[in-house]
Structures are given as C-alpha cells and as structure tokens.
C-alpha cells in the first residue's frame, strides 16, 4: 500500500506541473511512479500526453502502448495512440486504434475524424464522406443545411474537399 500511495503521490504531483506547463518536471514526476509502480495506467497515460507535447513522439507511443496493455478497453487511450501513430505516417497503425477506439465507443467523434483525414490523405473520397459527415454535419445533412453544420473551420475544409470533390454538392462560404 506504501508503494502504491508513493507513486500516487508523484502522479498528483506530476498532474500539478502539467497544469503549470512544466512538462519535463511533469515527465520526471510520472516516470518517478512508474518506477515504483509499474502498472499505474494514469503514469502511463500521462506520460504519453507529455512525450507527444515535447516531441517524443517514440517514448509516446511506447507509454501509450503500455496503457493499453494495462487498460485494452479505454477507447480514448486507443484513440491517442492511433493519434500519435498518425503523426508519424503509421497510417495502418492509427486505423488500427482508430477502429478499435469505435468499437469501444462508437460516438467517439474524434476517430470517426482521424478516420476520415486518413481516408482523405489516401484519397478514398467515398469512405472519407462516410467518417467525416457524421462527425461535423450530424442530422444537418439529412436536413439539407450542409452550411449551417460546416462550422468547425479546421474541419470546414475537409469536408467541402470531400462533397465538392465527389460533384455531389456545392458548398457556399
């Protein structure tokens, strides 16, 4: 119980200079508890968060992959895993956790959406429409108000490639 409350400890303390942006002090404090407890999925999480944010992206993908282990049915753990792997081109890695992270949690919208840049990124129009439009456009579509859904911009241009691309709609600014 001793060794769990310690690592507990560095974890809140860890929690603490996240908050502050201190992450390289935030990344010694959940490495400090996964020293004493290795199976502390909120160390392995965290630091995950904290590789990406400096970069390191390899010690990311590693914590995050260690969470997994230790929880294989967190879907957003799965989604910042296929996240990372995103980042770095591993494209059928990120669908991988993308579509494990839906089978989890079917409303995750944000891997419906990493989804969908995939599919855009390899030019599968037809299935980057299917992962995209419940995402930003929702009953919208079925409404006929495609503008009024389209206004999340970084997403707006996504979406008007997708359907303008297809010939199926024309979107207005």
Not at 4 to 28: G, P
Request: charged share 25%.
């Amino acid at each position: 119980m001793a060794g769990f409350l310690a690592a507990r400890s560095h974890c809140w303390r860890a929690h603490f200079y996240t908050f502050f942006k201190r992450h390289r002090r935030a990344i010694q404090e959940f490495e400090r508890a996964l020293a004493i407890d290795p199976g502390m999925l909120d160390a392995w999480r965290g630091a995950g968060f904290l590789y990406a944010q400096e970069n390191e992206s390899g010690k990311a993908i590693t914590a995050l992959q260690a969470a997994v282990k230790l929880a294989p049915d967190d879907a957003d753990t799965r989604f910042n895993l296929g996240f990372l792997h995103h980042e770095r081109g591993e494209l059928d890695d990120a669908v991988t956790q993308f579509k494990e992270a839906l089978r989890l949690k079917p409303l995750l919208d944000r891997a419906w959406y990493g989804l969908g840049l995939i599919y855009l990124d390899r030019r599968d129009l037809p299935a980057a429409i299917e992962h995209l439009q419940d995402v930003a456009l929702g009953n919208a579509l079925a409404n006929g108000n495609i503008d009024g859904a389209l206004v999340v911009p970084q997403r707006r241009g996504w979406i008007r490639l997708c359907f303008e691309g297809l010939g199926r709609f024309e979107v207005s600014d």
